[in-house]
């Protein structure tokens, strides 16, 4: 959430105002990919018949990127450098709109204490861990990555 002069601007009207600045500017790659994120933002509220919050929209960001990050793997792994320097310049533009990313240390130590917080203490416990760090990396970290980091302290 942005704040300017008094009032607080959500993440979906700032992602509004960049479709016009795009349109403006005449930024086609940046407008394509922006207005494919208010689509999928669109279709989610039009789905579920709710207004998204921040972290509503965060949730749907996140998920482009990572949809994103596994296209890329696929290119790259069937040598289209071409496409996955596309997808990378889509993250970059999605990425604007996210958080900043959590250092290491910083999520080892979430993860540190949502394990003590939980009283996790084998794989069994993992969802436990999971849920309680979700909600808080969202956006900011690689679920992925959180996963395997947690999988890897609880086994």
Do not use: C
């Not at 996210?98 to 009283?119: F, V, Y």
């Amino acid at each position: 959430m942005l704040q300017a002069e008094g009032f607080t601007v959500s993440l979906k009207q700032e992602i509004n105002d960049q479709v016009k600045q795009a349109m403006k500017g005449g930024e086609k790659a940046r407008l394509k990919v922006l207005r494919m994120l208010t689509a999928a933002i669109k279709q989610k509220e039009v789905d579920e018949r709710v207004e998204l919050d921040d972290a509503q929209v965060l949730a749907i960001i996140d998920k482009q990127v990572k949809q994103r990050r596994e296209s890329i793997e696929q290119y790259t792994a069937g040598g289209r450098a071409d496409l996955a320097a596309a997808e990378q310049a889509e993250i970059d533009i999605l990425s604007e709109f996210l958080p900043e990313p959590l250092g290491d240390d910083e999520l080892a130590a979430m993860i540190d204490q949502a394990i003590t917080e939980s009283g996790a203490s084998s794989m069994a416990d993992m969802g436990k861990v999971m849920g309680q760090l979700k909600p808080k990396v969202q956006g900011r970290a690689d679920m992925k990555k959180v996963s395997a980091a947690v999988r890897a302290k609880l086994g």
